[in-house]
């Protein structure tokens, strides 16, 4: 089992590992990786955190890591570490990282399906519709988990001063009724036909959990709370 207080199984072969937070625009967000023990052991390493010694104990303990991948081009902080400390890991890069961060090496771009390595467990595509940030989604088959980075954001107020609770509850990132971050579903302004489609297939994985980068997962009702997180790109509210 995992060697530290900050990990927690989710389901059989899936866990999130919670880092430190990083600050942006004064806001501390919280820091998730999300790991998938495949099927022949090896790991999937979605959005990983600062690779502290207590977070090496964590996934030595989980089995090796083989796969790294990130929802967006955001997260990528550090990556490097990752890269020197387990040189045989395979990257791959969402839409737009290779050029931000050409220093890194990545084996290949992830795109619309799954890759071979992962196919059978984890299917992904991308959540289209943004001039600024394409993210790529991810969805654990066996367990029904949903695996998303920014497009929803869930911060939990317990973690929060009063102040940046405040700000969490108008930029609608508040638990339990997360959303898309305001700034965000701002560059999806007039595409929000793009990233209906996306929703539709997203949401024809059926997900019953949803784990965020930032926040409190979502184990029960999650129809209802995607549902209400991506209400502003239903017909009824959008062009
Ligand atoms: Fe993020």
Redesign the pocket.
Known sequence: MPAVSNTTQLAENLWIVDGPAVRWVTVP?PTRMTIVRLADGELLIHSPIELTPDVKKTVKALGTPKYLITPNK??HLFWSQWQACYPNTLSFAPPGLTRKRPDLSFAGELGDSPEPFWTNEVDQLIFKGSRVLDEVVFFHRPSGTLIL??LLENFDPGTLSSFHRLLARLGRVLAPHGETPLDYRQTFMLRHREARESLRRMLEWKPRSVVM??GLPVYEDAAAFLEAGFGWISPRHSP
Do not use: L, Q
């Open positions: 967000f955001i997260h980075g920014d980068c930032h």
